[in-house]
């Protein structure tokens, strides 16, 4: 370290950044999953630059692929003009890309941002039908639009479509009933309906209510027929296309398979609904794999799970090996009405990202390290899903793959009918809960399963000052993790979600010492809240100087990437 290297973020950054107040790390080196500050602290990171770093920091495979072509002396910025760089890129994305895309796609490249390829794709499909909504939903965030605001929280066409979830339904049932009623949401708005559903519910053809895909057997809404479908806070309650007619369908569609702001994973079922529903109206389906992408998800790509092939897939953040790539995959026929503007952005030609994204890709699909990310994954879920169950401030933990989040409520507001609950306190010892017995968990967070005939309990408020304050005691502990979430997209919830994005290569020890930690964290917010409340609101100032650990003390070196 040099004289010059500060030891803490400078006085100078201003209040808009918040990493530097919220993390105040000054990091000097990093080697996969573990990154080293000016003090000699190591940190575990599991932000891994919000979700670029699928293999982590300087991967062996990234650092060789960006050496050789700074020392071939090829350009390393050559916007619109084919290179053997750029080639080999697109030979590897192909080998990775969903069947039935992968050998009929056009690749292209646009600005290095996220934003830059949702606007190109937006652009694409309106050339494409010569229509001009785009229909977005509620929590999603598809880049930052004007003022920093995310586009799927505007709704693209300014009235979001609900997104289906279990712990904030806007219906209140969850699961695949909730999942349903939000495709009929969606499937009236496609139609110009004046009422988002019809209030006499329809019957399936078994005469029953609200019967689904996915259900064990067939059940009753809590809206019978010739009831009313309750208001939906911040979803029009007329959600026709604006400035269009009941017979003009939208230019296109775009959604995340898995929510990236509050992590939230869409059904399966239901993202092949909504395959459907476009298919059958010729709206193109634009899937944005931005954060989703590149294994993250336990598949290459998120929409594999599925088995849904986009019309339009929005590739960005782990596509250039760490470094900033954006692009646009789409299938060969979409333009035959027309070709759109070439993208802007002079930086569409980033051969060092190129680079370090085909060694990304490339290693990621011979280490197999997708079902890798699915099988941890799927251990770190059950543990963390222990904490909802063990400490009241826990309202919910989900995810897929790598992709985790942990909603953090306030345990003093009401929770329904769940009762018996010490305020934000780790429910061991403290006796069973009484109350009728409900299809629930009866702990301090809601696990869902099947939601019957009820509707599922409220959930509690979004608590982001709780999230803040894990954030604090995680990064104290040498752990780094993201905040996110929106409470469905409503504005309830800014960054009450404490995210877990690790790279692919985490080993399973590093991956138990990230559980730890962050259990240890949750348990001191705990003891904190119940010694004397933490007070709501943002806590942007900054936090003091994390202890972390020093090199000599740490038991987590870094491991060599896989």
Not at 68 to 82: I, Y
Not at 104 to 113: I, K, L, T
Not at 241 to 252: F, I, Q
Not at 412 to 420: F, L, N, Q, R, S
Request: with cysteine.
């Amino acid at each position: 370290m040099t004289e010059e290297t500060p030891r803490r973020p400078p006085a100078r950054e201003p209040a808009a950044r918040t990493y530097p107040h919220a993390l105040p790390v000054v990091p000097v080196r990093a080697r996969g999953l573990t990154i080293e500050d000016a003090d000699g602290r190591r940190y575990l990171d599991c932000l891994s630059g919000a979700g670029t770093l699928a293999l982590g920091h300087n991967h062996p495979v990234v650092l060789e692929a960006i050496r050789k072509v700074l020392d071939s002396g090829a350009p390393l910025n050559v916007p619109g003009l084919t290179t053997p760089v750029e080639e080999a890129f697109v030979t590897e994305l192909r080998h990775t890309l969903p069947p039935g895309l992968a050998d009929r796609a056009r690749v292209r490249f646009c600005g290095p941002a996220g934003i830059d390829a949702v606007s190109t794709a937006c652009a694409l499909v309106r050339a494409a039908t010569g229509r001009t909504a785009i229909l977005g939903f509620a929590g999603s965030e598809h880049g930052a639009g004007a003022g920093g605001q995310p586009l799927g929280t505007l709704g693209l066409t300014g009235r979001p479509l609900p997104y289906p979830q279990d712990y904030r339904c806007l219906f209140g049932v969850g699961g695949p009933h909730g999942a349903e009623l939000a495709a009929r949401w969606t499937e009236a708005v496609l139609d110009g309906a004046d009422t988002p559903v019809p209030s006499s519910w329809p019957a399936d053809a078994h005469g029953t209510p609200g019967a689904c895909e996915g259900d064990a057997a067939p059940r009753t809404t809590p809206w019978h027929p010739g009831s009313t479908m309750p208001a939906l806070p911040g979803l029009s309650d007329t959600p026709g296309l604006p400035g269009t007619g009941a017979d003009t369908a939208p230019a296109g569609m775009i959604l995340e398979p898995v929510q990236s702001e509050g992590v939230i994973p869409a059904p399966d079922a239901w993202l092949r609904r909504m395959r459907q529903l476009t298919a059958t109206r010729s709206v193109p389906l634009i899937v944005d794999e931005s954060q989703t992408g590149v294994g993250r998800t336990g598949a290459f790509w998120a929409v594999e799970h599925s088995g849904v092939t986009p019309d339009v897939m929005i590739l960005s953040k782990a596509i250039g090996g760490s470094l900033p790539l954006a692009a646009v995959v789409h299938r060969d026929d979409l333009l035959d009405a027309g070709e759109p503007a070439p993208p802007p952005g002079p930086f569409r030609g980033n051969q060092l990202a190129m680079a370090a994204g085909a060694a990304t890709l490339a290693h990621v699909r011979h280490q197999r390290l997708a079902e890798r990310a699915a099988a941890l994954g799927s251990r770190l879920l059950g543990r963390l899903r222990e904490f909802a169950r063990n400490f009241s401030c826990v309202g919910e933990v989900r995810g897929r793959g790598l992709m985790l989040g942990v909603e953090l409520v306030d345990p003093e507001a009401d929770a329904g009918p769940v009762t018996g609950e010490a305020p934000c306190s780790s429910s061991e010892g403290s006796g069973a809960t009484t109350g009728v017995p409900l299809p629930y968990s009866q702990g301090g967070g809601v696990t869902r399963s099947a939601p019957g005939p009820y509707p599922a309990p409220p959930p509690r408020p979004p608590a982001p000052h709780l999230a803040t304050a894990v954030q604090r005691e995680c990064l104290r502990r040498g752990l780094i993790v993201g905040l996110g979430g929106d409470a469905g997209g409503l504005g309830a919830g800014e960054s009450s979600v404490v995210r877990l994005l690790p790279p692919l290569t985490i080993s399973d020890d590093q991956a138990a010492a990230v559980l730890d930690r962050l259990a240890d964290a949750l348990a001191a917010v705990a003891r904190d809240h119940s010694r004397h409340r933490i007070p709501q609101g943002r806590h942007h100032s900054r936090q003091p100087r994390p202890r972390g650990e020093r090199q000599h003390e740490t038991g987590d070196p870094a491991e060599p990437a896989r």
